[in-house]
């Protein structure tokens, strides 16, 4: 279990509130608010805040119910519950406290993944507020791992790795199970493997299944011939694995199949050795699309080359485009270029690397060959 | 499989935009989104997007990598998607559909889990318009189930009751087990029943973790004596399962247990029994509740009596003080007063009921006893 400083990332969050001049980070249960405390939870339409006070304070606002988890779970002191027979009193208590530190005109930063719902009793408590939005402060301090971060994200990749090379070594007997057959395979010797959990919902798309970027898995039975997109990862410490292989259990592969794999395993490997400190975002997206268009498959890439993965799936840096943010040491990010022709197969090859003082490292390492 | 008739739904949205002067609902992937068209995803940054018009039309406005699997899904037909190189045009197809139809300055309603993230943008978008939450349409809708949905949620139960009495039946061998081997034991059952997922992270409380009512699990070992308390559901067609025992594996309870347990089980009969067409939620909540506090545990039953569930797992009706809306024929609910002793054990004895026109029947029934 790697021990992550909570008192050190709650410290860093108040001072860069001071620096863009907000008062207050108001958390709902998100990755933001495992980030800050340990702790989260599913989103619900009970109103569970951590309040960040730029002042320095920090403070949990929940359901009576969840005192003791909360107390038990994270390091903050001030945890204020609302009385559930009364649940309007829960924004009453955020009012009150807000108003202890004057700021009821002040510069709120709400979380990004607040629901629509809480947002609006925001703006109609708070009248006279400026608000924002938490990512302002968050961002930044979640984009660049530490060690302790990095030790969880290569757990996360190596169990993944584990589970990837014994479901091609499955060979010729996944022919004939359903995708989601699969899948429930996968999410099993995920949790074998020490994981505490999936990720994502495992994607596993057989034949023109395999041509849907974000497909999950279906009824499909997986046939002799069918390439199969399998993007799944573990879950270490609260941080994420995700990798993609697409192989052909058994059988032909269809006709351009080869192509497409030599293609996208070419731009795969050129993304990878584009990252490096201080190459902008852009460039790696464009090293690994030059290789595709060349060979003629430009339309049929329609997604980005790669996203920062750490307690959340989906975070900064995005390697996309007209995103000219560059790259540090500590980012991780995935790189994973894709061919999709509707109706007929896609090819997808992914894994996750951390940017180094020199350029990067692989956290994902297995065969990215199509044949088990 | 199920099939539900989105069409309809749609239509029933529709004209309830109409009757609350509403123009427009705009729902971002939700149970709401799968409720009018059979498809959501997990929410994500990428904006992806259903308009429901009150003059009749549906729109999806979704990423681009989404397009085939979107229109292989639902039955919207008009799709559009923005191009992923640029997403800040995303907004602005959200823009030329609201004025086509003339609605920027119209009442908006926004999806109530949609982000703060998306909220801010449809703010600073459209200044003039009015916004409103999508609930105000969609909760009368949803909360009154068909024979189609209570057929799925009869079948979430029914395998749900299946697992809870096989594990049951392992009796003492869940000794030694610890809570998170029990979860994952219980969710590979859920799957082998034919549960398409598990309706939320299963909760399995061994000891003093039984006495916090959310606790997930964790790596606690279960010893003889300890009461554990299961909470869990599978998943059929999208509808939930949910359902609650706690038991004592092996060995002596400890002390005051068998007491507590037969208040709970107490109040939930006598909650089950109230329930009732054009009785209140509150009324329910009232009748579990006073066996308990006659009983001297009032102070440690500190959450509501229970909550409807369909597509979501916390949904209208919520039995609880204070809630004068009258259950009506169609609505399922859980009965589940639990009593929470910090420190030392928790009992809660859940149930889904739905409401007849007569009284209601039971959608789980297993036994509900502490001895296995």
Chains 1, 2 share one sequence.
Not at 153 to 172: M, N, T, W, Y
Not at 207 to 236: L, T, Y
Request: a negative charge.
């Amino acid at each position: 279990m790697v021990q992550f400083d909570f008192t050190r990332r709650t410290r860093d969050c108040q001072s860069a509130l001071v620096d863009v001049g907000a008062d207050a980070a108001i958390v709902s249960p998100s990755p933001d608010m495992e980030y800050l405390t340990g702790f989260t939870d599913e989103p619900d339409r009970r109103l569970l805040f951590l309040v960040v006070l730029a002042t320095g304070e920090s403070v949990f606002i929940v359901p009576e119910m969840y005192r003791e988890q909360i107390a038990d779970a994270t390091e903050v002191e001030d945890v204020r519950t609302w009385p559930w027979r009364s649940p309007e009193t829960a924004m009453d208590l955020v009012e009150a406290l807000l108003s202890e530190h004057d700021l009821r005109d002040g510069t709120l930063l709400l979380e990004d993944r607040m629901w629509a719902t809480f947002v609006g009793q925001f703006h109609a408590y708070f009248p006279d507020a400026t608000f924002g939005l938490a990512s302002d402060v968050l961002e930044d301090l979640r984009i660049r791992k530490t060690d302790e971060e990095l030790r969880a994200l290569e757990e996360a990749g190596s169990l993944s790795d584990e589970v990837a090379e014994e479901i091609r070594g499955l060979g010729a007997d996944v022919v004939g199970m359903t995708e989601r057959e699969l899948a429930f395979e996968i999410k099993t010797r995920l949790r074998d493997h020490g994981s505490t959990g999936v990720a994502f919902e495992p994607m596993v798309g057989a034949g023109p299944n395999s041509a849907k970027p974000h497909h999950r898995h279906s009824d499909r039975v997986i046939r002799e011939g069918d390439p199969v997109m399998m993007d799944f990862g573990g879950i270490v410490d609260g941080y994420l694995g995700d990798q993609t292989r697409t192989l052909v259990f058994g059988g032909e592969p269809p006709a351009e199949f080869e192509d497409v794999h030599e293609t996208v395993l070419e731009a795969h490997e050129r993304g990878v050795d584009a990252v490096a400190p201080r190459v902008t975002a852009e460039t790696v997206d464009e090293a690994a699309r030059e290789v595709i268009e060349a060979a003629g498959y430009g339309d049929a890439y329609y997604h980005r080359t790669g996203h920062g993965v750490g307690l959340e799936l989906h975070e900064p840096p995005f390697l996309k485009p007209n995103n000219d943010r560059e790259l540090e040491p500590g980012m991780v990010c995935s790189v994973e270029p894709g061919v999709y022709l509707a109706g007929r197969f896609g090819v997808r090859i992914e894994d996750l690397v951390v940017v180094t003082e020199s350029g990067c490292e692989r956290i994902n390492d297995t065969p990215r060959t199509w044949e088990p």
